[in-house]
Every structure is written in structure tokens, then in C-alpha cells.
């Protein structure tokens, strides 16, 4: 069990995605470092970066816009080894994969086999990368 602060959802709909941020969790995920997330993030970011678990699909397409598609892969695997791995960050059917998912299928792109088999073998949240049925 976690103990970690709680955001109102209408707080969250306000929130802005940090996107200098975002690049520091695809150096992260490039450099296959996911293992080690919880000593490559300060504590302060594992607690207020947990409400990044939360946003909406918006919020997501908005932030990452101007990232290739490659760097949207790479925040798959950040995002699912994150929800893993940091205290507070359970996500469930809002997982930002499944947003960044979406905005790459809106692109034309579809995640590897090769990526959705590693989803399978480093997660347990049913829902990612797809979402709810």
C-alpha cells in the first residue's frame, strides 16, 4: 500500500504536462534505464509527476505534438515500467500508454508486435496499450 497525495480531478484537467520533463523520461527510456526509475527520479517527481497517470487523452495529444514517433514508443515503455515500479502510480484504464497509443493510431502508426509483446511481459494493467473493451 501506497501513501501518496491526492489530486481532485478537477485540478487534474488543469494540469499542463511538463514537457521538459517528458524529455528527461524518453533520455530515461532510451537509455534502457527503466529499471532504475525509482533512483533516476527525485522523490519529489515520483510524487508530483504521479498525477500524469490521470490526464485525460487531450491533455496527452497537446504535450506531445511535436514528438516523433519514435519518442512516443519510448514513452510506452516509460509510462509501462513506471506504473510498475513507482509508488502512487497505479493507472489502470487511464494510463497515459493508452492516450499515447491512440495518438500514435491517429497518426497511422500501430504499435510492433515486438512492442506489444514487451507491454505483455513488463505489466499486469490489463488495459494498456488499447484501453477498456
Known amino acids: 500500500m501506497s501513501v501518496s497525495d491526492w489530486t481532485p480531478a478537477s485540478s487534474r484537467a488543469e494540469l499542463e504536462i511538463d514537457r521538459e ?3 528527461k523520461c524518453l533520455a530515461i527510456s532510451q537509455q534502457d534505464a527503466l529499471e532504475a526509475l525509482p ?3 527525485s522523490a519529489d517527481e515520483i510524487r508530483d509527476k504521479a498525477n500524469y497517470m490521470q490526464l485525460s487523452l487531450e491533455q496527452w495529444q497537446s504535450a506531445v505534438t511535436d514528438f ?7 514513452l510506452i515503455r516509460f509510462f509501462t515500467r513506471a506504473e510498475m515500479l513507482l509508488p502512487g502510480w497505479e493507472a489502470g484504464k487511464t494510463s497515459p500508454v493508452i492516450a499515447l ?15 506489444l509483446i514487451w507491454i505483455r511481459q513488463n ?3 490489463r488495459f494498456i496499450p488499447n484501453g477498456g473493451l
Do not use: P
Not at 68 to 74: P, T
Not at 101 to 115: A, D, H, Q, Y
Open 68 to 74: 516523433s514517433n519514435e519518442d512516443l514508443v519510448a
Open 101 to 115: 497509443n491512440k495518438v500514435l493510431r491517429l497518426r497511422g502508426e500501430r504499435l510492433s508486435r515486438e512492442t
Open 123 to 125: 505489466s499486469d494493467n
Open 21 to 23: 520533463w517528458l524529455q
Open 39 to 41: 533512483t533516476r527520479l
